[in-house]
């Protein structure tokens, strides 16, 4: 393994955890860890550029996934922008409390959904719900085009002829 390879490794993981910690950008943690092994890697525009210049779109693509899914669960189960709001603000929250990826922004959507939509406790729960179910619908899309990147970028890397462990 290469020092390249092996950087492009740790930021990997780390983004590949980070996926499931609200507010932390996982995918540009991985992107920039690509860019950081392709610099030390002594970057050649012919091979790394097309590649980076395609990981940088899919990763302003993965970033804009919880919103678009969050969203998407909110209105398909009847919330409103309160409900995407308070998932947001549950889910920052939730970084804190056990489970709170689960937590933080089904209960958020709830108490916004109630408090201030004024909706009925079935509604706001209905809505809440709904989001809930975009947000881990996000969360699932990002862990697979997390892994399928990952791994392509580790393939693409790979060169057992420049391991830095002799």
């Known amino acids: 393994m290469s020092l390249p390879f092996l950087v492009f490794l740790v930021a990997w993981l780390v983004g590949m955890v980070c996926t499931f910690i609200p507010a932390v950008p996982a995918t540009l943690i991985i992107f920039l860890g690509s860019v950081a092994a392709a610099l030390l890697d002594g970057f050649q525009a012919g091979r790394d550029l097309p590649f980076l210049l395609v990981f940088g779109v899919v990763t302003l693509f993965i970033m804009s996934i919880d919103n678009v899914a969050s969203a998407w669960g909110a209105r398909k189960y009847g919330g409103g922008k309160e409900a995407m709001w308070g998932a947001l603000i549950g889910g920052l929250l939730g970084i804190f ?70």
């Open 97 to 166: 409390i056990p489970l709170g990826l689960i937590v933080g922004p089904l209960a958020g959507a709830l108490v916004a959904e109630l408090v201030f939509a004024h909706k009925a406790p079935y509604e706001a729960l209905r809505s809440a719900w709904g989001t809930l179910v975009g947000l881990l619908a996000g969360i699932a899309a990002k862990v697979v085009l997390h892994l399928i990147i990952g791994i392509y970028e580790l393939w693409r890397m790979w060169d057992p002829a420049q391991s830095i462990f002799g």
